[in-house]
């Protein structure tokens, strides 16, 4: 039986974890969660899975979780950062499952990997923020980092088709976000209901805009960066409406393989839970003849910047990822507080790169500096 960890409980990954684990009770237990606010799901989800620890953000919430639990329940409860870092290198647990969203998820990816547990990573800025540092990490503690987003699994599952040597280049798809098409003026007037709509996934608020801003694209090509040992030159983003085809890999050949399946985040989860094996899941299955027409086409960089912007951070090196993404962050948070448009999201990331630049992103303190910087930053030109 596999003893997991689970950092996000309450997301919609840490959900569909939690499915698969109640799929698997024979194969998997939780031994320790952490979350955020949502108190009421999280009882709900100690109740049944029983944790031995547990982590929420403050001592407020703990005490609101308390007064949700039965009496017998004796796990442990903690809190905040260090809680989370608690959770996350957890001794019994042999897997951290990390899908905290933001950067808020680096110090207890860090953790896990310094105590030896196996990651499945979904938490995209890990890597996005210290790459480096965390790969470095990674293969001095000889364990396995196993991609939970659906187009990294896409890769890490097409790539066992051929040698490393061989590879030319990998090709990220992404599905447009709500509003494919619509050009520059036009993204002016969107409202974040509309940016929250994604068309194929079920995603929390900020995947959500940043799936609909392409920012999310430009993550995943910065995490494919450090997760396949790749230069930004041999990754190619190109639009794929129907989330069919996940991602795909072309070798040298000329051969290009490919990862398809419904758009349903079960599969990448299950994979990097059993892998090497793969479990029998609970879903429909693909059928091709159903699907249509499947569609691909160039991103429009021009009405959707975020992602040049992603390309030149991960150019740029240094803390540009970290300044990227902490900007990102505030903007974001800033338009679903509806205190900015659309358009200025991708806007104030440009100009906070611009802005911010010292460190060289050898270190832990760098980023974090760095990511600080970015955020003071940020929230000055959008208070402008």
Same mark, same amino acid.
């Given at each position: ?57 403050d001592a407020a919430h703990a005490a609101a979780l308390c007064d949700l639990l039965p009496g017998e329940y004796h796990g442990r409860i903690v809190t905040g950062l260090e809680g989370n870092k608690l959770v996350a290198a957890y001794p019994v647990a042999s897997m951290t499952i990390s899908a905290i969203v933001g950067a808020a998820g680096l110090l207890p990816t860090l953790s896990a990997i310094q105590a030896g547990k196996d990651i499945g990573l979904a938490n995209k800025e890990t890597l996005v923020m210290a790459g480096k540092i965390v790969m470095e990490a990674v293969q001095k503690k000889g364990i396995k ?130 892998? %090497? #094996?793969?479990? @029998?899941?609970?879903? $429909? ?6 699907? *249509? =027409?499947?569609?691909?086409? /160039? ?43 659309? %358009? #200025?999201?991708? @806007?104030?990331?440009? $100009? ?6 010292? *460190? =060289?992103?050898?270190?832990? /303190? ?19």
């Amino acid at each position: 039986m596999k003893l997991i960890s689970l950092l996000g409980s309450t997301g919609s990954i840490g959900v569909n974890v939690l499915h698969l684990v109640r799929q698997f009770p024979q194969r998997y237990r939780i031994v320790a969660m952490a979350a955020g606010r949502n108190v009421h799901l999280m009882a709900e989800q100690v109740v049944e899975f029983k944790p031995e620890l547990v982590s929420i953000i403050d001592a407020a919430h703990a005490a609101a979780l308390c007064d949700l639990l039965p009496g017998e329940y004796h796990g442990r409860i903690v809190t905040g950062l260090e809680g989370n870092k608690l959770v996350a290198a957890y001794p019994v647990a042999s897997m951290t499952i990390s899908a905290i969203v933001g950067a808020a998820g680096l110090l207890p990816t860090l953790s896990a990997i310094q105590a030896g547990k196996d990651i499945g990573l979904a938490n995209k800025e890990t890597l996005v923020m210290a790459g480096k540092i965390v790969m470095e990490a990674v293969q001095k503690k000889g364990i396995k980092l196993l991609p939970v987003d659906s187009e990294h699994s896409a890769i890490f599952q097409a790539l066992e088709a051929g040698q490393r040597r061989d590879l030319d280049k990998i090709i990220l798809t992404a599905s447009g976000g709500p509003f494919r098409g619509k050009n520059a003026e036009e993204l002016k007037t969107v409202t974040k209901e509309q940016a929250l709509n994604h068309p194929n996934w079920d995603m929390g608020r900020k995947i959500s805009i940043d799936s609909a801003t392409l920012m999310n694209k430009g993550l995943e090509v910065i995490e494919a960066k450090w997760l396949f040992d790749v230069t930004p030159e041999e990754i190619e983003v190109v639009v794929h409406p129907q989330s069919i085809v996940h991602s795909l890999v072309e070798y040298k050949d000329g051969s290009v393989i490919a990862q398809l399946g419904i758009p349903d985040m079960k599969i990448p989860i299950a994979y990097a839970l059993s892998y %090497p #094996d793969r479990l @029998e899941l609970d879903l $429909r299955p693909l059928q091709l003849s159903m699907c *249509g =027409n499947l569609e691909f086409s /160039e991103p429009d960089y021009i009405s959707f910047p975020a992602l040049k912007l992603a390309f030149e951070a991960i150019k740029a090196g240094g803390v540009a990822p970290a300044v990227l993404n902490a900007a990102n962050e505030v903007a974001v948070d800033a338009f679903l507080n509806s205190r900015i448009l659309f %358009p #200025d999201i991708a @806007e104030t990331v440009a $100009r906070t790169m611009d802005i911010v630049q010292e *460190g =060289n992103g050898d270190s832990l /303190e760098d980023i974090l500096q760095a990511d600080s910087s970015a955020r003071r930053e940020a929230t000055r030109l959008i208070q402008q």
